[in-house]
């Protein structure tokens, strides 16, 4: 599986950004797929996934109601759509995907088996 994530940039804060992350592969759709984010000088943290089906999301507090995550598995493609967004976003992000559709471990990196190149998010005050 190869995953190519786009649509980052600049946004001001208070402003909308809505990352996309297109795979190859033909089993995408059985995959849970996640975004993950490193700021600098952090560690790589959990921002939010989504089951193969998308009847399961999971966020990480500080995005919750401002990020949503969704999927087309028609089209092998998975979104992070960011409202809302804070300084504090600003990081690289990157989407993984886990080749366990019935993991327990969806927010941990270790978890995930292929990732992208990540995209940069930079949102000024």
């Known amino acids: 599986v190869q995953l190519q994530a786009s649509g980052g940039g600049l946004a001001q804060a208070g402003g909308s950004l809505r990352l996309s992350c297109a795979a190859s592969?033909?089993?995408?759709?059985?995959?849970?797929m996640g975004w993950f984010r490193q700021a600098p000088g952090k560690e790589r943290e959990f921002v939010a996934a989504i089951r193969w089906s998308g009847g399961s999301t999971y966020y990480e507090d500080s995005v919750k109601g401002r990020f949503a995550i969704s999927r087309d598995n028609a089209n092998n493609t998975v979104y992070l759509q960011m409202n809302d967004l804070k300084p504090e976003d600003t990081a690289v992000y990157y989407c993984?995907?886990?080749?366990?559709?019935?993991?327990?471990?969806?927010?941990?990196?270790?978890?995930?088996?292929?990732w992208g190149q990540g995209t940069q998010v930079t949102v000024s005050s």
């Open positions: 993984a995907a886990d080749s366990n559709p019935n993991s327990d471990y969806v927010t941990w990196a270790f978890e995930y088996d292929y």
């Open positions: 592969g033909r089993t995408f759709s059985t995959y849970t």
